[in-house]
């Protein structure tokens, strides 16, 4: 079973970022995916902030005035559509 670790290669090696494999081997077989422009530990950053502002905007409650209620403003909005190759 392959199983998936985040490191980040600096130069010719590869430290590991959150949980290691476990192996009493002095080499490991590995196949490296490069992400674009942002290591691992930019996305891991990215979500915390993203969450840090998501959090201030729910502790604002100024949606609570402007929306009274949350399922008849989905209800609204949303736009169904068909899904393709079925009938309504």
Known sequence: MLRSY???LRGKQLEWV??????SKK????KVTVLDDLT???????????AK???KIAQHKHLETVIK???AWQ???????????REN
């Not at 080499?27 to 590995?30: A, E, R």
């Not at 609204?76 to 190759?85: G, H, I, Q, S």
């Open 40 to 50: 691992s530990l930019d996305l891991k950053t990215t979500g915390q902030k993203m």
């Open 27 to 30: 080499t490991l077989n590995v």
């Open 75 to 85: 209800r609204r909005t949303r736009k169904d559509r068909n899904l393709p190759e």
């Open 18 to 23: 959150d949980e290691k494999p476990a192996t």
């Open 6 to 8: 985040k490191a980040i």
């Open 53 to 55: 502002i998501l959090d």
């Open 69 to 71: 209620d949350p399922v």
